[in-house]
């Protein structure tokens, strides 16, 4: 696919990372072009769930995670994907990334021990504009 972008040995050396990202980016370009900008986040996150299950990628939507504040749990968080268990995919739907959004996935990163995010917005022309890596 034209569209298609894979991440470079050089930037992800982890051989299973890089397969695990450009699975969850394969599947994200397939819904995008399906059905395009415009949508709310809900319907994105339904049809990537879709999407990962016909690509047997393993995942968790809506996944929740304790917060904690000096070894004490003050709250609960929520994940918009785990992906096998190594890699956070938080989804938007807006006009561009604003540094909160960064700014919040990292969060979600350090209280899941994950070093390995995917910020993906959909309210984009062509997804591949949309696609943030993030990594601790």
């Known amino acids: 696919m034209d569209d298609e972008i894979y991440i470079d040995e050089e930037m992800e050396p982890n051989p299973d990372l890089n397969r695990i990202t450009n699975a969850v980016i394969g599947a994200a370009i397939d819904v995008h072009k399906a059905l395009g900008p415009g949508y709310v986040e809900s ?37 918009d994907f785990l992906i096998e268990d190594t890699v956070v995919v938080e989804l938007k739907a807006m006009e561009s990334f604003h540094p909160v959004h960064t700014a919040q996935v990292i969060s979600y990163m350090k209280a899941t021990h994950c070093h390995l995010a995917l910020l993906i917005n959909f309210n984009v022309r062509k997804l591949t504009d949309g696609i943030k890596r993030i990594a601790l």
């Open 43 to 79: 319907v994105y996150q339904q049809a990537l769930a879709i999407a990962f299950t016909k690509r047997s990628i393993r995942f968790k939507a809506q996944h929740p995670f304790s917060v904690a504040y000096e070894g004490v749990e003050v709250g609960e968080g929520r994940l």
